[in-house]
C-alpha cells in the first residue's frame, strides 16, 4: 500500500514537471554558453594580475544580453517557414550558437579580436534563443504558472552555469580548447531536442488576454518605468554582489576555492532557492518574497564589509554565501513578474525592452564597479553600494505593487 502511494506521488510529480522539462532544458544552454564565454575569464586573469579595471571591461562580453531590444522587433513581425511563430526562432538562434561554438573550437591561437568577436556573436545568438523563449512562455503557459517557469529558467541557468563554469572551466587545463569548445556545443545541439515537440500552435493564447495599450506612446510611458526600476535595480545589485569574488581574491582566497565557489556553490544554491522560492512566491506573494530577499542581501553586504575591513578570509566566504541565498529568493519573484509585464501583442520586444534594456541600462555601472572598489578600497565600497541597493529594490517592489493592485481591480 505504502509503496503504491509513493509511485502514484511520484508519477504525479513527474506529470506536473514533464511540462517545464523543454524550457529548463533551454535554460541549461543558456547558463552554459554564457557561463563558459563569460564566467571563467574575469577570476583568471585578475589572478593572473590584470588590474580592476581591465577586468571590469570584460563585462563587455554579455553586451548582446542587453541589446536585444534593437532587434526583437523582428522576432514579432517575422515568422519563419518552419515549425511554428517562436519555435522557428529558437531553433534557428540555437542552431547559429552549435555552429559558433564549433568554429571556436578550431581557434584556440587565432588572434584575440576574432575570438572575441565570435564570442560576441555567439552571445547574441543565445540571448536571441532566450528572448524568442520568453515570448514562447508569455503567449502559451498561463499567468498562473509562471513562477514554475521563472523557477525551472533559474534551476536550468544554474545548473547550467556548473556545467559551463564548475565543469568546462575548472577541467580546462585537463581537456583543452577544443574539447571545451565542443563540449558546449554539443550540449546546446541536445538541449534544443525536448523543445521540437512542444505543441506552440494548441497553446497559443493560453498565456491570457495581452495588456492593451491606447497607443505607443502610452506603452512606452508605462515600459519606460518598469524599465528604470529593473535597470536600477539589476545595477545596484551588481554593485553589492558582483564583484564578491574579486574581493576574495585580494584578501588572499586562493583562485581554486574562488572558482568552485563562483563556478559550483553560486549556481548550486541558486537552483535549490530557485527551487523554493518558485512555490513561495505563488504561496506567500511576490512583494513579500522580494522584502525578505532583499534583507538578507544587505545583511550579507554589511557582513562584506565587515569582513575586508577585518581582512577575515572565512567571515568573507560566509558573506559569500549568504549573498548567494538570499539573492536566490529574488530571481523567481522578479522574472515572473517580467513575464506579467511582457503580456501585450509584442511579448518578445516588450521582453527584450525589460530585460534587456535594464540589463544594458546597469551596463556601465557593472564596468565601473572594480575601478571604483580599487578606489575606494573594498570595505568602503561595500558599504557605499547598500543604500543604492535598497533603494532601487523598494522602487521595483512599488512598481510590482502597483502592478498587482491593477490586476486584483480588474481587466484594463
Known amino acids: 500500500m505504502t509503496q503504491a502511494v509513493a509511485l502514484g506521488s511520484a508519477r504525479t510529480l513527474l506529470a506536473a514537471l514533464r511540462p517545464l522539462l523543454p524550457f529548463f532544458c533551454l535554460y541549461v544552454t543558456f547558463g552554459a554558453t554564457l557561463g563558459f564565454l563569460s564566467g571563467g575569464a574575469p577570476l583568471i586573469l585578475r589572478a593572473r594580475g590584470l588590474d580592476l579595471a581591465q577586468v571590469g571591461l570584460l563585462q563587455l562580453i554579455n553586451l ?3 541589446l536585444t531590444f534593437l532587434w526583437a522587433a523582428l522576432l514579432d513581425r517575422v515568422r519563419l517557414p518552419f515549425l511554428g511563430r517562436r519555435l522557428g526562432w529558437i531553433v534557428a538562434a540555437q542552431g547559429a550558437t552549435v555552429a559558433l561554438l564549433a568554429a571556436l573550437s578550431l581557434g584556440e591561437h587565432w588572434p584575440l579580436p576574432v575570438l572575441l568577436a565570435l564570442a560576441i556573436a555567439t552571445c547574441a545568438c543565445t540571448a536571441t534563443m532566450d528572448i524568442a523563449l520568453e515570448a514562447l512562455v508569455v503567449e502559451t503557459v498561463p499567468a498562473e504558472r509562471r513562477a514554475f517557469i521563472a523557477s525551472a529558467k533559474l534551476c536550468g541557468a544554474s545548473l547550467g552555469g556548473i556545467l559551463g563554469v564548475g565543469v568546462l572551466v575548472g577541467s580546462y587545463d585537463t581537456i583543452g580548447w577544443p574539447a571545451a569548445l565542443l563540449a558546449c ?19 497559443q493564447g493560453a498565456g491570457g488576454v495581452p495588456e492593451r495599450w491606447s497607443g505607443s506612446l502610452e506603452r512606452l510611458r508605462v ?28 584578501l588572499g582566497v586562493p583562485l581554486g576555492q574562488v572558482g568552485f565557489l563562483t563556478g559550483t556553490v553560486l549556481p548550486a544554491v541558486n537552483l535549490v532557492m530557485a527551487l523554493i522560492a518558485g512555490g513561495l512566491a505563488v504561496r506567500f506573494g511576490t512583494v513579500r518574497l522580494i522584502g525578505l530577499g532583499g534583507i538578507g542581501v544587505l545583511l550579507a553586504g554589511g557582513l562584506m564589509a565587515a569582513a575586508c575591513l577585518l581582512r577575515s578570509e572565512g567571515l568573507a566566504v560566509t558573506a559569500t ?3 548567494f541565498v538570499f539573492g536566490g ?32 541600462a546597469a551596463m556601465p555601472l557593472r564596468v565601473a564597479s572594480p575601478a ?9 565600497y561595500f558599504a557605499a553600494a547598500m543604500p543604492p541597493y535598497a533603494a532601487a529594490l523598494a522602487w521595483l517592489a512599488l512598481q510590482i505593487a502597483r502592478t498587482l493592485r491593477a490586476d486584483r481591480a480588474g481587466p484594463r
Open 321 to 323: 554565501v549568504l549573498n
Open 372 to 380: 571604483l572598489a580599487g578606489w575606494a578600497g573594498w570595505p568602503g
Open 223 to 250: 515600459l519606460a518605468g518598469r524599465i528604470a526600476a529593473l535597470g536600477a535595480y539589476f545595477a545596484a545589485a551588481y554593485l553589492l554582489a558582483g564583484p564578491n569574488t574579486l574581493a576574495l581574491l585580494d
Open 64 to 66: 548582446p544580453v542587453g
Open 185 to 203: 556545443a554539443g550540449l546546446d545541439a541536445l538541449c534544443l531536442l525536448p523543445i521540437l515537440a512542444y505543441p506552440e500552435a494548441r497553446l
Open 329 to 360: 529568493f529574488l530571481g523567481v519573484p522578479v522574472f515572473n513578474m517580467i513575464y506579467r509585464w511582457s503580456q501585450g501583442p509584442r511579448p518578445a520586444t516588450d521582453y527584450a525592452l525589460l530585460f534587456g534594456a535594464a540589463f544594458f
